[in-house]
C-alpha cells in the first residue's frame, strides 16, 4: 500500500471514529510506529486531525487538556519561541547569579541562547536543558532527581518539588501551557504543576517565557497565580487587552 492510500484509510477511520492509536494503525497496516506518526505528522498539517499522546483525534474533538507530544511542541511557534528565548537574555542575573529553567520548548529556546562564558549557577528538571547547559563553560548545572515523566523529559514528583523547597534562586524561567487572568498559570498534569509551584515559590524573579497562543486558555491545574508573576516574555499575538491588563497589574510584558 502507497503511503497516499494509507493516509486516505486513517483520515476516513478518524472522521468515523474520532480517534485512532498508532499501536493500533501499526499493526493493522503492518508497519512501524514512526511510519504511522510520519502519516499522522502528514494529516495534521492538511488540517484532517490533532495529534495527541499515543494517536490523533478529529479536530471538533479535541479539548484544552490535550497534551500534544514533545516533538511536537518543539515544531510548533518555533520562530516565536526562539525569539522569546533570545529576548529572555535579558533577565538572566549578574555574573554569579543563579538561575532555575522549567522544562518546556520555550524554556529550552532560552536555555540554548545563554552566552557560553556567562558564570551561573543552574538548576533545572529537564533533561534536555541539562544536557545542553553542561557543555557551556560558564554554567555549573543540577539536574533535580525524581520521576522522569516521558511526554516532558522532566523530573517530577516529591522529591522534585522537596529539593526546590531548599533553594533560593536569582530567577526562573518558567513555561506553562496556559494562562489567564482568572485562572492563572496552567498546566494539565498534577506533578508537572506541584514542580512549577515549587519553582515559584523559590525565585526572587518570576519571568514567564511563553508563546501568544498559551494566553487566555485555562488547562486543569493551576501552579501559579497571576500576581506571581514579574514579567512575561512573548511574541506579537498577544491580545492587546489581555497585554494592557498584565500592564495594569505591574507586569513587565516584552514583546520579543
Known amino acids: ?3 497516499e492510500e494509507r493516509q486516505q484509510e486513517i483520515a476516513n477511520e478518524v472522521r468515523a471514529r474520532g480517534r485512532v492509536a498508532v499501536a493500533d494503525l501499526a499493526q493493522r497496516f503492518d508497519v512501524t510506529g514512526e511510519t504511522v506518526r510520519r502519516d499522522l505528522g502528514v494529516l495534521a498539517q492538511q488540517g484532517v486531525l490533532h495529534r495527541v499522546h499515543g494517536g490523533a483525534v478529529r479536530p ?6 490535550d497534551e500534544p507530544d514533545l516533538e511536537q511542541r518543539e515544531q510548533s511557534h ?5 525569539a522569546i528565548g533570545i529576548a529572555a ?6 555574573p554569579g547569579g543563579s538561575v532555575i529553567f522549567d522544562a518546556g520548548t520555550t524554556t529550552l529556546r532560552a536555555a540554548l541562547s545563554v552566552p557560553g562564558d556567562r558564570d551561573l549557577t543552574v538548576v533545572t ?3 534536555p536543558l541539562a544536557a545542553h547547559l553542561s557543555t557551556l563553560p560558564g554554567c555549573d548545572v543540577t539536574l533535580l532527581g525524581g520521576r522522569l515523566r516521558r511526554k516532558t523529559l522532566a523530573t517530577v514528583g516529591a522529591s522534585t518539588v522537596a529539593a526546590l523547597n531548599r533553594l533560593r534562586a536569582s530567577v526562573v524561567f518558567l513555561g506553562t501551557n496556559g494562562l489567564s487572568l ?7 498534569d498534577p506533578e508537572e504543576a ?3 509551584s515549587a519553582m515559584i515559590a523559590a525565585a526572587n524573579r518570576v519571568i514567564v517565557l511563553a508563546d501568544s497562543s498559551k494566553f487566555n486558555r485555562e488547562l486543569l491545574v ?3 497565580r497571576i500576581s506571581d508573576i514579574d514579567a512575561i516574555v512573548t511574541d506579537a499575538g498577544i491580545d492587546v487587552p489581555l497585554a494592557a491588563d498584565l500592564a495594569a497589574l505591574d507586569i513587565e510584558v516584552v514583546i520579543a
Open 1 to 3: 500500500m502507497y503511503a
Open 89 to 94: 537574555q535579558t533577565f538572566l542575573p549578574p
Open 182 to 188: 482568572n485562572h492563572g498559570l496552567s498546566t494539565p
Open 194 to 196: 506541584a514542580a512549577k
Open 222 to 224: 493551576r501552579f501559579g
Open 60 to 65: 471538533d474533538v479535541r479539548t484544552v487538556g
Open 78 to 82: 518555533l520562530a516565536a519561541k526562539t
Open 125 to 127: 528538571n529537564a533533561v
